[in-house]
């Protein structure tokens, strides 16, 4: 598939085929609003390894802060990065292209049963256990990060205001990241 | 009836929508609930609730695709094809705007400031909406119980997820979960 070269040239090597595909599986297996995270990490992360845990963890933040699904950003960025502005739209397509036609004419059809119990239980069961698929992924990202306390104490507040405190997630983006930076600043200027 | 403007209006406020969907689009969704039952009446709240749900349990883009079948009621296939651009078109330029911009400044002292403050949060972020998603997915102790044993054995192997989204079809669909 890829020839990777001992000079890192992958981007060179990579086809646009192989963004295609890969962000179409993305897309097919995330289930359930959120849970697409979990398939992006995994298939870029761990199978592809395209992006590391922490290029990964800025793509996320970087999307978090934008308007919009922020899993399409997820393909954006990991599509730009490999292959810039062609590479995005490559992964973009992928993403969207087959799921949106499926989705749609699988959506019309479900509208007709949508009473049909049966259904509704097997989609719910795929609910429950996409729920954990998410919480797991959340928990992988924090590894990394588990060494240091201020992290844990910032992980640990953002889901509390979000969980506990029922807070939206603009009122928490725009006021524990920007306590947080500041942090890591004096951090990094008492380290100087 | 609806006339030859609706569509445009429903493209334009969906453009307008996405691009400040901070936070994601279901942020946005109330005022689009507004735009299209109570200030237009292209649909019903019952009609518009019902999309909602179905677009939570779809495989892709789940958001882009509620956004679709509201431009379906609206104008048929084009006003599909038109809500789903709008809806993804604006977000998507500024992804690749800032991560230019991110990639450009790679290195820099404050880059790496911002990045050690942004991830953990971020990170509870995605911890947050999975506990968030668990709330309303899961309505008996079993269905909980289920949450967690995924959430563990994902965390403890390296097992294909798609097992455990079949084995909560199955376990749901033979009524195990409630």
Same mark, same amino acid.
């Given at each position: 598939?890829?020839? !990777?070269?001992?000079?890192g ?10 963004? &295609?595909?890969? &962000? ?6 995330g289930?359930?609003g959120?849970s697409?995270?979990?398939?992006a990490?995994?298939i870029?992360?761990?199978?592809r ?6 290029? &990964? ?8 802060f934008?308007?919009g #699904?922020?899993i ?16 995005a739209?490559?992964? !973009?397509?992928?993403?969207l292209?087959?799921p949106?036609?499926v989705g749609?004419? !699988? ?9 049909l ?6 989609l ?9 698929l998410?919480?797991a992924?959340?928990?992988?990202l924090?590894? #990394?990060?588990r060494?240091?306390s201020?992290?844990l ?5 953002a889901?509390?205001l979000?969980?506990?405190?029922k807070? #939206?997630l603009f009122?928490?983006l &725009?006021?524990v990241? #920007?306590?947080?930076i500041?942090?890591?600043?004096i951090e990094?200027a008492?380290?100087? | @009836? ?10 334009m406020?969906?453009a307008?929508?996405?691009s400040?969907?901070f ?6 969704? %109330?005022d ?22 179905m677009?939570?349990?779809i %495989?892709? %883009?789940?958001?882009?695709?509620m ?9 048929g296939?084009p006003?599909?094809?038109a809500?789903?651009?709008a809806?993804?078109g604006? %977000? ?5 705007? =800032?991560y230019?911009?991110?990639?450009r ?5 404050w ?5 050690l403050?942004?991830?953990?949060v971020?990170?509870?972020l995605?911890?947050?909406s ?10 008996s102790?079993?269905?909980a ?6 959430a =563990?054995?994902?965390? =403890?192997t ?5 097992? @455990? ?7 749901g669909?033979?009524?195990f979960?409630?």
């Open positions: 598939m890829t020839d !990777l070269d001992q000079t040239k992958v981007e060179q090597a990579l086809h646009l085929r192989t963004l &295609f595909t890969a &962000f179409l599986a993305i897309s097919l297996c289930v359930g959120g697409g995270i979990v398939w990490r995994r870029a992360v761990e199978n390894g395209w992006v590391t845990d922490g290029e &990964f963890s800025d793509i996320i933040s970087l999307c978090q934008m308007p #699904p922020n399409i950003g997820i393909a954006v960025c990991v599509g730009a990065k490999m292959r810039g502005a062609i590479g739209i490559a992964a !973009l397509c992928g993403f292209v087959i949106w036609t749609l004419s !699988l959506g019309l059809l479900y509208l007709q049963y949508a009473n119990i049966a259904l509704r239980n097997i719910g069961g795929i609910a429950t256990s996409a729920a954990g998410l919480i992924t959340g928990v992988r924090l590894r #990394p990060h060494h240091r201020a992290s104490l910032f992980a640990a507040l889901f509390s979000i969980t506990f405190g807070l #939206p009122a928490v &725009f006021s990241v #920007p306590l947080s500041l942090v890591a600043g990094a008492r380290a100087r | @009836m609806i006339g030859t403007s609706a569509p445009l209006a429903l493209t406020h969906l307008w929508v996405s400040i969907s936070g994601g689009f279901p942020t946005v969704l %109330p689009v609930r507004n735009f299209v039952v109570s200030a237009n009446g292209w649909m019903t709240d019952q009609e518009f609730a019902n999309l909602f749900a677009a939570q349990t %495989p892709g %883009p789940n958001m882009i695709l956004m679709s079948f509201v431009g379906w009621k609206v104008w296939f006003g599909a094809l809500s789903a651009f809806t993804f604006p %977000p998507c330029t500024m992804y690749f705007t =800032a230019r911009l991110w990639d400044f790679r290195g820099a002292r880059q790496r400031v911002v990045r403050g942004l991830a953990p971020v990170v509870g995605v911890i947050a999975g506990t968030v998603m668990a709330r309303t997915a899961d309505n102790w079993q269905a119980a289920f949450t967690i044993a995924t =563990a054995i994902t965390l =403890a390296r097992l294909n997820p798609l097992w @455990m989204l079949l084995a909560g079809g199955l376990l669909g033979l009524g979960l409630e």
